[in-house]
T-cell receptor, first 113, second 115 residues
Framework: KQEVTQIPAALSVPEGENLVLNCSFTDSAIYNLQWFRQDPGKGLTSLLL?????REQTSGRLNASLDKSSGRSTLYIAASQPGDSATYLCAAPASGGSYIPTFGRGTSLIVHP | EAGVTQFPSHSVIEKGQTVTLRCDPI?????LYWYRRVMGKEIKFLLH????????ESGMPNNRFLAERTGGTYSTLKVQPAELEDSGVYFC?????????????FGPGTRLTVL
């Protein structure tokens, strides 16, 4: 059974800092891994989708890496801004070659001015 | 282009009552998914429709939950009778192609409270 763990659970930083959010998963036989953002009272917004053949994906100030062998993914946020404040969720497919995503509990990020 | 919409945004009902949640996917998206987040826990998959057919309903908790997608457009998720442990936020998502190949677009969720 796939288990996804996100560390830290919460993070509060001043504006401008570079951040690293961690995601670990127990079953490395995954097709892809996805990072989402959730704002309070809103749905999830897909940030980055990394296929298993890729090592990383970049979108603006966001960079996500994937290391299947170690069962880890990292979301790097450069030059954080108050607008980055949200909960960040990592999702990896369930075990057994399934495509069904297993979510972590998320990292709640606050970037203060 | 309109995103995924869900109705209602909030629902408060008493144990034993029935509640029906609705999801309207993005137009043209054949794939529709339901998820649930119980307070303090992670988001969990409930089921997946491809058009009007249930592709995978392995995440449905029990037979008190019934999902339909008549005509392959909007979907409903009925809980009957509701129990206290059904409280949580129910998310719907849609995509053009299936899992693993395409981004899922999520709705804002329906917050269900069972008293």
């Amino acid at each position: 059974k796939q288990e996804v763990t996100q560390i830290p659970a919460a993070l509060s930083v001043p504006e401008g800092e570079n951040l690293v959010l961690n995601c670990s998963f127990t079953d490395s036989a995954i097709y892809n891994l996805q990072w989402f953002r959730q704002d309070p009272g809103k749905g999830l917004t897909s940030l980055l989708l990394i296929q298993s053949s890729q090592r990383e994906q970049t979108s603006g100030r966001l960079n996500a890496s994937l290391d299947k062998s170690s069962g880890r993914s990292t979301l790097y946020i450069a030059a954080s801004q108050p607008g980055d404040s949200a909960t960040y969720l990592c999702a990896a497919p369930a075990s057994g070659g399934s495509y069904i995503p297993t979510f972590g509990r998320g990292t709640s990020l606050i970037v203060h001015p | 282009e309109a995103g995924v919409t869900q109705f209602p945004s909030h629902s408060v009902i008493e144990k034993g009552q029935t509640v029906t949640l609705r999801c309207d996917p993005i137009s043209g998206h054949d794939n529709l998914y339901w998820y649930r987040r119980v307070m303090g826990k992670e988001i969990k998959f409930l089921l997946h429709f491809v058009k009007e057919s249930k592709q995978d309903e392995s995440g449905m908790p029990n037979n008190r939950f019934l999902a339909e997608r008549t005509g392959g457009t909007y979907s409903t998720l009925k809980v009957q009778p509701a129990e206290l442990e059904d409280s949580g936020v129910y998310f719907c998502a849609s995509s053009q192609t299936g899992f693993g190949t395409d981004t899922q677009y999520f709705g804002p969720g329906t917050r269900l409270t069972v008293l």
